[in-house]
């Protein structure tokens, strides 16, 4: 938390009862901007954390079927954006996207007028910043909401609007404030900004004005940058998916996928001044950081390169560096693929089991490799003729016909398979001692049913 907060907390003695979803871990990054762009591949990168339901479209309600959220309280399926930073190579030119987390607060900031603080409305999406801007604005409400921490040696750190023209040894904070006052009626609006306004006396806090009379809970994002990783040669290290190396382009989007009655309790019962969730006893009861870790997205992704896995010669969408003089070529939009593989003809996904208690519950045939995936196993195991595959510690996968050795194929809760596929990130193969099990024709039933008979 940033002291520019803190500070306007003491001096309009505000209720401080905050909440935080800390170290928040990417669910995807592509193309893909619903709120910007919806239904197509959007003009740069973003980096999308929350609910696994995300896509090129938003519907409140079918995002609320989502399985799972990257955020320990799954029942928070919001998703949260924004563009990509990456680490550009001076020798090469080539750009590598650099890991980050978000840690996403929840402030009540109301003014001397003490305004009823208010969940998101269902529905409601929003967008802070502009990935135009070039320069800086002192007295913009919108330009001060952004702003970069650098943590350098000895724990210090440097805040200020720009990106760092310094090494950050400790990492890089990007932080975004959003808009707090809506004016209750509009979910959306043309440039995804009107319908929400910043408070009369600061963008951090404050009465809203008549325009935007209802004070809804405070959004803050801090993109947490680990370009420690990465080499630094000064100015132009870093760039964002844009191709802003200023970082007054940087900015942000949200759409709600909260129960809003939950959002709305526990903005009236959080009483934590530190920020911790479990003071908040209607979010305390629903945490669920397992969930959150064995979450995977399962929506489509623009089929190019991004930088994630391995360098990449051009920024996706043809995005040159700021004042570089670089021109990047125009190649064709991509399509939007699934990230998931469906399995092969005939094969079902029971879930996640156990293995069995005196060895393998699948113990006739195995196979290792780095390419290992749900529908790759599933390909294994029927191509030697067996009807039961199960993918455990990311990379291995077993086959039988029968479930053996005291396993008896009772269902877990998903998330104790939270191994990712070593050839699929987006899928999820097994666990410690648990197999994600498929099947094939239905033999689970008798697989079952052959385990309790030996049993
Ligand atoms: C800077 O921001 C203020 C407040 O929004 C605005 O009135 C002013 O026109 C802006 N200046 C420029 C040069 O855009
Ligand atoms: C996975 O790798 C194996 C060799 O290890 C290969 O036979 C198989 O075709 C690969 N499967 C896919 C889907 O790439």
Request: with cysteine.
């Amino acid at each position: 938390m940033f002291a520019r907060i803190l500070t306007f907390v003491t001096l309009a003695a505000v209720a401080n009862a905050y909440w935080t979803f800390g170290g928040t871990p990417i669910l995807v990054q592509t193309r893909l901007d619903s709120i910007v762009s919806p239904g197509v591949v959007s003009s740069h990168v973003h980096a999308v954390v929350g609910a696994s339901g995300f896509g090129p479209n938003y519907d409140p309600d079918q995002l609320m079927q989502s399985k799972c959220t990257t955020l320990s309280v799954q029942k928070d399926l919001s998703n949260y954006w924004a563009p990509q930073l990456y680490h550009r190579d001076q020798n090469t030119g080539q750009f590598t996207a650099i890991p980050s987390v978000f840690n996403i607060y929840y402030l009540p900031r109301p003014g001397p007028k003490n305004e009823p603080i208010k969940a998101f409305p269902k529905g409601l999406r929003m967008l802070a910043g502009d990935t135009f801007r070039r320069t800086y604005n002192a007295s913009s409400f919108e330009d001060q909401a952004i702003d970069f921490v650098c943590l350098t040696p000895n724990g210090g750190s440097d805040e200020a609007p720009p990106l760092p023209t310094q090494e950050c040894v400790g990492g890089l904070r990007a932080q975004i404030f959003f808009p707090s006052c809506w004016d209750g009626v509009n979910l959306d609006s043309a440039d995804h900004k009107s319908h929400m306004a910043y408070p009369i006396q600061a963008y951090n806090g404050g009465d809203c004005p008549d325009t935007h009379p209802v004070h809804l809970i405070s959004l803050f994002y801090e993109m947490e940058v680990a370009v420690q990783q990465f080499d630094w040669h000064g100015p132009g290290t870093w760039v964002f998916a844009n191709g802003d190396t200023t970082g007054y382009g940087l900015h942000a989007d949200f759409q709600n996928g909260w129960d809003v009655d939950l959002l709305q309790a526990a903005i009236d019962q959080c009483s934590g001044e530190s920020g911790d969730l479990l003071a908040c006893p209607p979010l305390a009861a629903l945490y669920d950081p397992q969930a959150a870790a064995a979450c995977v997205y399962e929506g489509v992704v623009a089929d190019e390169p991004t930088g994630v896995d391995a360098p990449i010669t051009d920024l996706p969408g043809c995005n040159p560096v700021y004042n570089s003089g670089q021109t990047c070529p125009s190649k064709p939009t991509p399509a939007l693929v699934p990230v998931q593989t469906p399995l092969p003809a005939g094969w079902t996904e029971v879930g996640c089991i156990a293995e069995g208690t005196s060895g393998r519950a699948l113990a006739a045939l195995s196979t290792t490799a780095p390419n290992m995936s749900k529908d790759v196993c599933a390909s294994f195991c029927a191509s030697n003729g067996y009807t039961l595959a199960g993918a455990e510690f990311g990379d291995e996968c077993y086959c039988d016909n029968a479930l053996r050795n005291g396993a008896t194929g009772a269902v877990l809760e998903w998330d104790q398979c939270s191994n990712r596929c070593a050839g699929n990130a987006f899928e999820n193969c097994g666990g410690s001692s648990k197999l994600t099990l498929m099947s094939h024709g239905g033999n689970v039933a008798r697989a079952v049913r052959f385990a309790k008979d030996a049993a």
